[in-house]
Every structure is written in structure tokens, then in C-alpha cells.
């Protein structure tokens, strides 16, 4: 008879559990099966020098400050290019919904304002009914110095202020293909009003190849290698070389930090793909860094609300 | 031997009857209860809200449970938002928060009135199981309509969740949760 209640009790006991963990289960099935969206592709919105994927949640004000040392092949008495010439782009990027973002920046090089609209098209979900995230992005870029030749030739290349205009149009691919590797394809078309050179063609096309790979929570191994893919130069090959870059992407909270050595000088797009004049074989390298601190200016009750509810699910 | 099959089938309608009763009792429900957490820190507080934790109450045997997805919480700050799910949380490997347990005071819940009450049960997080007890006041309306509101701590180490090697942030290591729900009988 003891056995006997002994059995009840434990029956009893487990029936509890049994409930308990049932309460558990419904609420569990009756979670709505909400297609989740693969999150941080990339640490930041730019990887080296190219965009990434990445937009920032909207109302979020990020200042980036992209700063880039001379040559390593300058030698010692140069510190090994810390001594500079430098080039830096300040830049802010505003992102007016989580999928659009607008952005204005300023390069030292050839005095170069830029802007920009960027909007993710396509987003990858954790089951894989869209593999991939796509993103577009359209700069437009004002070169604002002077013409360094006008006193020499008595024309003005800039006499018309649509010379001065240069656009870049890029789709970028990307898929996270685990927790730790990302990779992406970013085919690019750079159309320069007023050519750089004599006989240069007004359209480059290229196609920028980057990836992440994940080492601890807050340190990832970045690259970027851009292949030109048209003739839009004589002697092309000679005169100028694709972009390649390594380096590391270092989050810390509010920034992120980015690392790197790059054969590039320029830090836009149009300067950068179609003219990079140094070379990685010839130790032409530098080093360099992008900051990056996000602000967030608005981001009312309302909004996230309307997040929680969902919108479009990739 | 013909006394201990009874006594199985004894048992088993037992069983069979807990399950029965269980199953035609009304339990209070939600799937919008709010849930928020707050830490101060030196640089920018850390304040996160969800209005998507579902959660249930059996008033027939006093169980509750509750279910919240870590992503669905948000910040004001993006990226802090993203570095709370990819660093913190790990809200890929471990996608929700969950909590289970039996009230302890011997209180009916279909009768109006307010309810001080505690709750013991499991509590995971970060896919890290811990047995708390947790004070909430409950409210029922005439209308049995059920408010909980309940504030509890949770240390970051009992759940395992790392604070990054390097982080201008200083984060507390105790973080204070806020639940507000309003449950509805079904």
C-alpha cells in the first residue's frame, strides 16, 4: 500500500511537470512563425573601403571619419608612411528607415564631395527562402578643387559645372553562410561626365569581391579585392592596379573600428576603383583605419510599435 | 498481482482525469505583454522594451509560463541592438527567454481583486536553466481580466553571458527586468 502511494505521488509529481512544461509548449506553438532575418552580415556599413550590405536601424546618425597614411615603401624617415601625405573622407550617414539611408561625405583627395542613397532591396532569412541580401546604392560625386592646368592651357575644364560630376551605381550581393563567414559580390558601373585623362572612356565597369571572416565576438579578418573588368584607360594595366586590402574589424560598443593596409590612396569609389595607382608587389601599401560612431537621433515609441507588429519580412 | 493492475488502472484514470479537467479549465492569456530591461552605464544607458512576450495563467492549479524572443526586443540605439543579439545573447543559438513555474500562495484567480503573490519555477535565458522565485502583483478585474506587473534582477553570470573583452560600455552586471501584461481568459 505504501508502494502504492509512493506511485501516485510520483505519478501526481510528474503529471504537474507535464502540465507545466504543456503551458510552456502552447505558448511556444502558438509563437507566430514570423520569418526571422539573418542580422549582422557585416559589422558595419562599409568593410574597407567598398559599402557593405548593411544598413543601420532607422533614425541612427552615423559619423565616420576614414583616414588613410602614405606608402610603407616611403622608408623609415617617412615612419613608413605614418608621416603622410594622408588622405581622410568625414562623412555622416543618416538612415531614414531601416532599409534606406542617405549619406554626404568629403574627401581630401581631389577635394571630392559625395552623396549618396543606398536601400536594401532583399534580405536573407534564417530558413532560406531568400538566400541572399541585396542592397543598391547610387553616389554622386563633385569634384570641388580647381583646374590645376588653366593657367598653363587657358581652358577651363570645369568651365561647365556638369564636368565636374561623377556617378557610381553598385548592387551589392551577400550571403552569410554561417555565424562566421560572409561573403559578398558587388558589380559596379563608375560614369565620369568629364574623363579623367584624354583618352579614357567615360564608363568603368568592375566588380568588388569582399568577405568577413569572424575570429572572437568582437574582432573579425576583413578583404577586398576589385576586379576592372572593361578597357576605359590606354596602357590600363600599367598605368594603374585593381584594389586589394586585408584588415581587421574591431567593435567595441557604440564604434566600430577598422583596421587595415590597402594598396588604394583615394577613399571613394570613383577615385579608388578605376585609379589606383600603387602596387601590392612593389610594397605599396599603406596602412589605414575607418571610425565609426553611431548616434541615435530619433527612434519614437510609434516605430517600434510598427516593428513589433512586422512589416516586410525579407 | 490482479490488486496491482487495478491499482495501475486506478492510477491511470487519475491520470487521465488531472489531464481532462486541465484541458476544459480556462486560462488567462497574452501574447502582448510588455517586458523591458534597463542597465546605467557611464556612456548611454542601456534600455530595451518587447510588447511580444505571450505568457499564460492557469487559474485551476496556479501555473504560469511565460515566452519571450530575445530579437524582438528593441533599443533605441541599432547597433547596441544588434551587438545585444549577436554578442550578448546569441539570440541565433538561443532565440528566446522562457520561464516556467507553479504560484506558490493558494489565491483564486477568478475571483476580482489584488493578489500579492509569489511564483517559483525555472528560469532560462542565454539557454541557461535557473530556479528563481519571483514577487508579482496580480490585479483581476470584475470583467476577470488579469494584470501581472512583477520586477526581478538577473545576474549576467548565473546565465553565462559574457560582457566582450573590449567594451567602452561598462555593463552592470545585474540587469533589472520589468513585466506589465494584461491577460484575457480563454
Request: hydrophobic fraction near 40%; charged fraction near 20%.
Amino acid at each position: 500500500m505504501k508502494k502504492f502511494v509512493f506511485v501516485i505521488l510520483i505519478l501526481n509529481i510528474s503529471v504537474k511537470l507535464l502540465a507545466q512544461e504543456d503551458l510552456l509548449n502552447s505558448l511556444e506553438n502558438e509563437q507566430p512563425q514570423s520569418k526571422q532575418l539573418v542580422f549582422a552580415s557585416f559589422k558595419g556599413t562599409r568593410l574597407i573601403n567598398l559599402h557593405t550590405i548593411e544598413t543601420l536601424g532607422k533614425g541612427s546618425l552615423d559619423f565616420r571619419i576614414s583616414h588613410r597614411f602614405s606608402d610603407f615603401s616611403t622608408g623609415a624617415s617617412n615612419l613608413w608612411g605614418l608621416d603622410g601625405p594622408a588622405t581622410i573622407r568625414l562623412g555622416f550617414d543618416y538612415s531614414v528607415s531601416d532599409r534606406f539611408t542617405i549619406g554626404i561625405g568629403r574627401s581630401s583627395y581631389g577635394k571630392l564631395a559625395d552623396g549618396f542613397l543606398k536601400y536594401r532591396i532583399l534580405r536573407q532569412t534564417m530558413d532560406n527562402s531568400m538566400p541572399v541580401s541585396l542592397t543598391g546604392l547610387v553616389t554622386m560625386n563633385l569634384s570641388l578643387g580647381k583646374d590645376p592646368n588653366k593657367t598653363v592651357l587657358g581652358v577651363d575644364k570645369y568651365e561647365k559645372f556638369s564636368s565636374r560630376i561623377a556617378y557610381m551605381y553598385q548592387l551589392m550581393i551577400a550571403r552569410k553562410f554561417n555565424e562566421k563567414l560572409t561573403l559578398q559580390i558587388s558589380p559596379t558601373l563608375i560614369h565620369y561626365n568629364l574623363v579623367m585623362n584624354l583618352n579614357d572612356k567615360n564608363d568603368i565597369l568592375a566588380l568588388g569581391i569582399s568577405g568577413r571572416y569572424k575570429i572572437t565576438r568582437s574582432i573579425s579578418l576583413t578583404g577586398e579585392y576589385i576586379f576592372r573588368i572593361n578597357n576605359y584607360t590606354p596602357d590600363q594595366s600599367d598605368l594603374y592596379h585593381n584594389s586589394a586590402s586585408i584588415g581587421m574589424d574591431l567593435e567595441t560598443g557604440g564604434h566600430v573600428f577598422q583596421v587595415f593596409v590597402t594598396n588604394s590612396f583615394a577613399i571613394n569609389e570613383v577615385q579608388f576603383i578605376p585609379y589606383t595607382t600603387s602596387r601590392w608587389d612593389k610594397g605599396q601599401i599603406r596602412l589605414g583605419f575607418n571610425v565609426s560612431r553611431v548616434f541615435a537621433v530619433s527612434r519614437s515609441a510609434k516605430d517600434q510599435k510598427d516593428k513589433i507588429k512586422g512589416e516586410k519580412k525579407w | 498481482m490482479v490488486k496491482q493492475i487495478i491499482h495501475i488502472i486506478l492510477v491511470s484514470c487519475l491520470i487521465l482525469i488531472r489531464i481532462e479537467t486541465q484541458a476544459q479549465n480556462k486560462i488567462y492569456k497574452t501574447s502582448t505583454g510588455k517586458i523591458s530591461f534597463y542597465s546605467e552605464t557611464p556612456i548611454e544607458n542601456i534600455d530595451a522594451h518587447s510588447s511580444a512576450m505571450s505568457s499564460a495563467i492557469n487559474p485551476t492549479n496556479r501555473e504560469a509560463a511565460a515566452l519571450v524572443m530575445i530579437n524582438s526586443f528593441k533599443f533605441k540605439n541599432s547597433l547596441m541592438q544588434e551587438h545585444f543579439n549577436e554578442k550578448y545573447m546569441e539570440s541565433d543559438k538561443y532565440p528566446k527567454a522562457t520561464f516556467s513555474g507553479v504560484i506558490n500562495e493558494n489565491v483564486d484567480l477568478m475571483k476580482p481583486g489584488n493578489y500579492n503573490v509569489t511564483v517559483t519555477g525555472k528560469l532560462t535565458i542565454h539557454g541557461v536553466e535557473q530556479n528563481r522565485t519571483i514577487n508579482a502583483k496580480i490585479t483581476v478585474s470584475e470583467s476577470l481580466q488579469l494584470h501581472l506587473k512583477a520586477d526581478f534582477n538577473v545576474k549576467l553570470e548565473d546565465h553565462k553571458i559574457k560582457v566582450p573583452e573590449i567594451v567602452f560600455h561598462k555593463i552592470a552586471e545585474v540587469i533589472a527586468v520589468k513585466i506589465d501584461a494584461d491577460y484575457n481568459l480563454k
